[in-house]
């Protein structure tokens, strides 16, 4: 009995050692990996998360009626989704919009948060869309998102390569 006890904790302590070993991230907590991410993937800053969703949407919007390519435009409106909540999640970097501080910066950062949830909701209605044969529809709405997208660009003084309408 005792030799069955000590060789179970033998073998949870092992199991755990070896789980934690296996998911140690690749950086230091608080510095960016490679490309702003690290081992798991998933973005570790705001730029990071909407190059991301940037990506996406330009490969979908060439592909967003090709009813053929639905798993794959599906796959791209998770990709966008999964960044767009990264970065609704995170504080607006201290370079953006210096110029507003205290309660105006506080105001700014909620605007923006509250943009991004409306974001969101137009990606699950392109996503509902795309499950239902709608690829028209679908369309629509992603051109409503980069119509908006530009708007809150230069609302932040925010530029990228995607702003000049490509």
């Known amino acids: 009995m005792k030799l069955r006890n000590a060789l ?3 073998v949870a302590v092992a199991l755990t050692a070896t789980f934690a070993i296996g998911n140690q991230p690749t950086t230091q907590p608080g510095q960016p990996g490679r490309q702003g991410r690290e081992r798991t993937g998933m973005p570790q800053n705001i730029e990071a998360a909407m190059k991301g969703a940037n990506r996406a949407m330009r490969q979908l919007r060439a592909q967003i009626t090709d009813a053929s390519k639905k798993d794959e435009n599906l796959r ?4 966008m989704q999964r960044n767009v909540v990264i970065a609704k999640n ?5 370079d953006v919009r210096e110029d507003v501080q205290g309660d105006a910066r506080a105001k700014l950062q909620a605007d923006y948060r509250s943009e991004l949830i409306g974001v969101v909701r137009k990606l699950l209605d392109i996503e509902d869309d795309l499950m239902n044969g709608k690829g028209e529809d679908a369309a629509k709405v992603l051109d409503e998102l ?16 995607d702003d000049d309408g490509r």
């Not at 995170?90 to 201290?94: A, D, E, N, R, V």
């Not at 530009?150 to 932040?156: C, G, N, P, R, Y």
């Open 146 to 161: 980069q119509k908006e997208r530009k708007a809150a660009h230069e609302k932040l003084g925010v530029h990228d390569d």
């Open 76 to 79: 791209l409106i998770g990709d």
């Open 8 to 10: 179970t904790l033998f």
């Open 90 to 94: 995170m504080p607006l970097p201290p």
